[in-house]
């Protein structure tokens, strides 16, 4: 009785062509929801646990690491686009540095390939906290893009800035600053302070816990893991494929 009285406000609206049933009907499954219009009005009925909190994907790894970049373009930017909405993705780009504050007050920072990476490290360690959220990312996997294709790392900050429409100054200036340190060094502490402790890069978290398994699912096929992991009944259409292709 109270779905009908609900679904009855949208009996004008929903007199679309295709939609023959009875407001009765309009809720009995995703399929007619859709057809009827209606589906944002019967997802109380149709899925219950839509309200599911969101897969964490925490990722740790360097900027010009091979096997990092690998994992974004590969596994990351797909899931990104495909799966976003019920994944929340924190890129950390450390991996497996070294910050050292000196006698002098000085400070050092070393990065396993090198200095380039170190500055790396701190681009998109800004750009992830300048930005706004839905273009951080997008940021650090063209980023990735480029410098699979060889670019030097400072024409691939420009080149994605311009593509992105993102000023990339800004960027820039946090990353030579005090600011862009402190943000580095709370990533670096995150880094050090995982448990299991990290011992390779990228170093994948999900909801908060690492283990083997985890990491070659996520390598293997992160859209399928994130799907898998969800406990929501509102998954993409996506997931219907990644199922298929590794789970069954």
């Given at each position: 009785m109270i779905t009908s009285l609900i679904l009855a406000l949208f009996?004008?609206?929903?007199?679309?062509?295709?939609c023959n049933l009875p407001p009765s009907a309009w809720c009995s499954s995703p399929e007619i929801a859709e057809l009827c219009q209606v589906k944002d009005a019967c997802?109380?009925?149709l899925y219950p646990d839509a309200s599911a909190p969101k897969v964490n994907i925490d990722l740790h790894y360097e900027s010009l690491c091979p096997?990092?970049?690998n994992f974004i373009l590969r596994q990351a930017e797909r899931s990104y686009k495909e799966v976003g909405s019920i994944m929340n993705l924190k890129l950390y780009p450390f991996g497996n540095a070294n910050i050292k504050t000196n006698p002098d007050g000085s400070i050092t920072y070393k990065c396993q390939h090198g200095p380039l990476e170190c500055q790396g490290n701190l681009v998109e360690t800004c750009a992830l906290n300048v930005l706004p959220?839905?273009?951080g990312f997008l940021y650090v996997s063209c980023v990735s893009r480029q410098i699979?294709?060889?670019y030097?790392?400072?024409v691939a900050y420009l080149l994605c800035g311009k593509r992105l429409k993102i000023d990339v100054d800004k960027i820039f200036e946090c990353s030579r600053s005090s600011k862009g340190m402190e943000l580095q060094k709370a990533v670096a502490e995150k880094t050090n302070n995982l448990k299991p402790p990290k011992t390779y890069v990228p170093w994948i978290v999900v909801n908060g816990v690492h283990t083997e398994d985890l990491q070659n699912q996520a390598q293997t096929d992160l859209n399928a893991l994130v799907c898998?992991?969800?406990?929501?009944?509102d998954k993409p259409e996506a997931c219907?494929?990644?199922y298929s292709a590794t789970f069954e």
């Amino acid at each position: 009785m109270i779905t009908s009285l609900i679904l009855a406000l949208f009996v004008s609206f929903v007199s679309s062509k295709g939609c023959n049933l009875p407001p009765s009907a309009w809720c009995s499954s995703p399929e007619i929801a859709e057809l009827c219009q209606v589906k944002d009005a019967c997802k109380e009925y149709l899925y219950p646990d839509a309200s599911a909190p969101k897969v964490n994907i925490d990722l740790h790894y360097e900027s010009l690491c091979p096997y990092s970049i690998n994992f974004i373009l590969r596994q990351a930017e797909r899931s990104y686009k495909e799966v976003g909405s019920i994944m929340n993705l924190k890129l950390y780009p450390f991996g497996n540095a070294n910050i050292k504050t000196n006698p002098d007050g000085s400070i050092t920072y070393k990065c396993q390939h090198g200095p380039l990476e170190c500055q790396g490290n701190l681009v998109e360690t800004c750009a992830l906290n300048v930005l706004p959220e839905s273009k951080g990312f997008l940021y650090v996997s063209c980023v990735s893009r480029q410098i699979m294709a060889k670019y030097p790392p400072y024409v691939a900050y420009l080149l994605c800035g311009k593509r992105l429409k993102i000023d990339v100054d800004k960027i820039f200036e946090c990353s030579r600053s005090s600011k862009g340190m402190e943000l580095q060094k709370a990533v670096a502490e995150k880094t050090n302070n995982l448990k299991p402790p990290k011992t390779y890069v990228p170093w994948i978290v999900v909801n908060g816990v690492h283990t083997e398994d985890l990491q070659n699912q996520a390598q293997t096929d992160l859209n399928a893991l994130v799907c898998k992991t969800y406990t929501g009944s509102d998954k993409p259409e996506a997931c219907k494929k990644s199922y298929s292709a590794t789970f069954e």
